[in-house]
Antibody, heavy 119, light 108 residues
Framework: EVQLLESGGGLVQPGGSLRLSCEAS????????LAWVRQAPGKGLEWIAT????????FYAESVKGRFSLSRDTSKNTLYLQMNSLRAEDSAIYFC????????????WGQGTRVTVSS | EIVLAQSPGTLSVSPGERATLSCRAS???????LAWYQQKPGQAPRLLVY???TRATGIPDRFSGSGSGTDFTLTISRLEPEDFAVYYC?????????FGQGTKVEIK
């Protein structure tokens, strides 16, 4: 059974940093394409970043480019999202999702972790 | 970047009736890269349809997708109580993914 488990959310001050984790199980992590999708309170879904497959390519939305970065630890089957220079508008639930190549729809999702940026 | 506009914002429907949700793209996209999701309060989104018209595993056949070019549709043929939720379309292209703003299907 495919499972994605996010962690690392919390309250952080504007300008601060936070690292989210997405632990994956039930599929080949090394070959997987995993993404982060966020949802601000009462708002819709926003794709923000993808870590792509065996080659490890990364893609970012303009809203987070230069502030957020992806990495992974294949020994722990875990994808990380390092978030720096956080702003109030980054407050959201952050979901980890599996992107199914080559059609790139999101077929599995974690339950999300909440990030609140506030002083 | 391709922008997806969903309409209507809210759809009021009675159980047993048909619901038709629209997703319009700012430029033509491949039908292979258009998907639909359902989200209920406090839950993660659930994949319903991918490649415009292919139902995901376990999705009942009252859900159907269609369309091409810039206009795509999700139809729920007979609404069940568990279908009242928010629905999002999503596209992939140019190394980025985008979602529509969502359509809320509420009980009339």
């Amino acid at each position: 059974e495919v499972q994605l488990l996010e962690s690392g959310g919390g309250l952080v001050q504007p300008g601060g940093s936070l690292r989210l984790s997405c632990e994956a199980s039930g599929f080949s992590f090394r070959d997987s394409v995993l993404a982060w999708v966020r949802q601000a309170p009462g708002k819709g879904l926003e794709w923000i970043a993808t870590f792509g497959g065996y080659g490890g390519s990364t893609f970012y939305a303009e809203s987070v480019k230069g502030r957020f970065s992806l990495s992974r630890d294949t020994s722990k089957n875990t994808l990380y999202l390092q978030m720096n220079s956080l702003r109030a508008e980054d407050s959201a639930i952050y979901f980890c999702a599996n992107s199914n190549p080559p059609l790139n729809y999101f077929d599995y999702w974690g339950q999300g972790t909440r990030v609140t940026v506030s002083s | 970047e391709i922008v997806l506009a969903q309409s209507p914002g809210t759809l009021s429907v009675s159980p047993g009736e048909r619901a038709t949700l629209s997703c319009r793209a700012s430029q033509s996209l491949s039908s292979s890269f258009l998907a639909w999701y359902q989200q209920k309060p406090g839950q993660a989104p659930r994949l319903l349809v991918y490649s415009t018209s292919t139902r995901a595993t376990g999705i009942p056949d009252r859900f159907s997708g269609s369309g091409s070019g810039t206009d795509f549709t999700l139809t729920i043929s007979r609404l069940e109580p568990e279908d009242f939720a928010v629905y999002y379309c999503q596209q992939y292209g140019g190394l980025s993914w985008t979602f529509g703003q969502g359509t809320k299907v509420e009980i009339k």
